[in-house]
């Protein structure tokens, strides 16, 4: 079993990487591979809870991250730090996520296999 992380580098509107981010862990994980997902910089604006895409024209795939568990993703941080600078925390996000200081997701990101970012 490969250990495949996901980055999620980008804000959840506006281009269709987060999407393809998710689906990407989704299909993964359902080939059994062990899938670990990282929110850092404006990727942790995918985590906030009642976005309305809707309105600007976007599919709403945010409510696909609460799925994650049926997968069996249970890795799922978040950098506090990125939190942080966008005057965010926990409280704010949708999932539940463990929030990691940036050298704590260096270290994550050497366990991976591979890692591919978003």
Known sequence: MKKITVVFRHAPHGSASSREGLDFALLSASF????????VDDGVLNLLAN????????????????ALPLYDIEQVFVCQQSLQARTLNLEHCAITVEPLEPEAITAQLQLADEVFVY
């Open 51 to 66: 976005q309305q895409p809707a309105q600007i024209g976007c599919r709403d795939y945010i409510a696909t991250f609460k």
């Open 32 to 39: 059994e591979q062990q899938v670990t997902l990282i929110f």
